[in-house]
């Protein structure tokens, strides 16, 4: 028999997975589904089954019994200000029942974003709701733009969509799927706004705008236009550090053809991070590059969109990124690291150490179960049912139990056990739940697909109802850029890489530096930001700008060089906004 889930690892593929029952259970993808090709990754084929789990719950050090454990969760919910702080260790959408419990206790959530919320942000601003593009339209493209997203690292089964097209990439790294590209722009980072901006110069200049979509849907453009002007062509240059004729390269693989723009998290954690994908945007229906086949730019969407949420809460609630742990007595850090993965861990750790009544509900030890004083295992996503969305494409899974197992308590356990022992009433059954989300999910061949999915968004127009017009950026507010004669730290990148989930699975210790700045390989280094200092090991690295580092978002203690620093919109967080020096140690 063939039983079948999905990978509930925070990543844009959501793959499908089928598992063989036996003696020798065998898992594979699934080459029948349309977002899949029969592949799954060295995540799911090996490190997820190798990784050490915590299997016994903890209370001050001590194992105890999962009852034990969770009298204790129970005892600290007794106090007066909770806050329950969410991670992504699992996409499930099963993972946000646990609102239903901190509502009935008054206690708090969070807004705002580690991830993809500046981004977000810029486009709601631009389209009114952001609508995934389905990747059936990517395979209509004649272009595709590949801006900031890693997509051989972090978005593997995209690739098949993208055979026989033009690549255009824009990033500072010369990355695999850019040495494969017709065009490289290797582009100074956090100057993408001003590169759209020049597109949209050049396209208005040579008269290649779309004046019937334009008319049509984006009427404000003239004073868009207008107001791009007021940029001069050579500081807009200067700052993406690139010249004239390398970004008029691009021009024919943009005009007279179907475009889609792949954007990914690179190109928006600053604090002007909406902004980037606004001017993206602002930039794609220059060229009337939305609602069209084969058009559009496809970022992170709002996977529920067009779902009712029955785990949607009215809670008071505070920054995720910004958080202020010491100011609660019980914090509940579920399926996330804030520890390492939040931006300013000397802040971060100093808060966390003094809530009386930390706990860890998650599956693996890190610096954030260190600190904790209750630790209760949780199962992982073989081990209970759930649904998978995605941000990456418009199809949902019934995520199956795949095995029993000893080890953990999954969240609708963990919220059944808590509204018992409190005695509050209201708690659906788990089937429920799953029901409620898949029965709003409509059906294609045979495959559960997005709530909110259209198969050509915004053919209509934009906004939540289809009928209203695009807006453009209109204002432009950054004070980050000086003169690089007088700045001579380095940028800082922190991407993913193909060794770990964000800080689950392998870790490392290593930073990335071009050949010319004089450093060997292997040298031990002293990196130092304004907020902190971590000491990590030379790996060259001739694909990087030369005035720019790379260290992975796996790297230990990465994010004590990262400000605690929210974008102008979306409140997410900005990895990127700051500057390192370098010392031989
Ligand atoms: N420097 C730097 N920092 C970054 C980034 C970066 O690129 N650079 N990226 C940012 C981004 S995009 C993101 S999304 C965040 C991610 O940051 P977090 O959301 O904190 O994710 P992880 O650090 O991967 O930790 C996930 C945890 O979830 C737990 N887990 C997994 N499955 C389950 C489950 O089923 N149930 C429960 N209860 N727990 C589970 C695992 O134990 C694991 O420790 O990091 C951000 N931090
Ligand atoms: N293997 C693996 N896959 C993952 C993850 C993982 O940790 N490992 N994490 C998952 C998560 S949580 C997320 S959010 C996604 C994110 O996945 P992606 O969207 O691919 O994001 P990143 O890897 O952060 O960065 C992508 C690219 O942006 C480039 N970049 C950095 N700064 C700039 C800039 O200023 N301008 C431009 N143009 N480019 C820039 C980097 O060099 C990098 O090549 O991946 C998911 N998939
Ligand atoms: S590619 Fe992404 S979704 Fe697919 S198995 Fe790997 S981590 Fe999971
Ligand atoms: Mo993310």
Known sequence: MILTTACALDCYDACKIKVTE?????????????????SLCTFLNRSIHNEVRIEKPRVNGVEVTMDEAMHAVYNAFKKEASLLWRGSGNMGVMQEVTNLFLERMNGTLTHGSLCDGAGDAGIVAGRGVNRVLPLEQI?????????GRNVTVTNAHIMPFLAEKNIVVIDPVNTVIAKKAECHIQIQPRSDIYLALALVRILVMEDRQDNEWLEKFAP??????????EFKMSSLLGYCGVDLDEVKAMIPYLCDKKVVFLVGTGVQKYTTGDTVLRAIDSLAATLGMFGKKGCGVHYLSNSKLGFDNPFDVVCKTVSKVTTEFSDFDTVFI????????????TRVCKSLEKVENLIYFGLYENETSKRANIVIPAKNFFEKEDVRLSYGHHYVEKMNKIVDSHIGISEYAFTQYLFDAFRLKGLESEEHYIRVWLNQCKKEDGNYVSAGYEDIPYAQGFGKGGNEPFIFINKLDDSFFYSADVDKRFYFLSSKTSKALNTQFKRDT???????????EGDKVKISSNYGVVELEVVLNEHIRSNCVLVTSNTLG?????????SNEGENACYQEVKIQIEKI
């Open 510 to 520: 290593k930073i990335q530096i071009h050949p010319k700045v004089g450093y060997l």
């Open 558 to 566: 990465v994010n004590f060089l990262t400000p605690t620093m929210q």
């Open 22 to 38: 036996g003696m020798f259970p065998k898992m594979t993808g699934d080459n029948e589904h349309p977002a899949g090709d029969g």
């Open 334 to 345: 579920q399926g996330g690291n804030p520890a390492e993965s939040m931006p300013d861990s």
């Open 139 to 147: 395979k209509e493209a004649d272009t595709v733009v590949i801006w």
């Open 220 to 229: 404000e453009y003239k004073a868009f236009f207008d107001f791009i002007c």
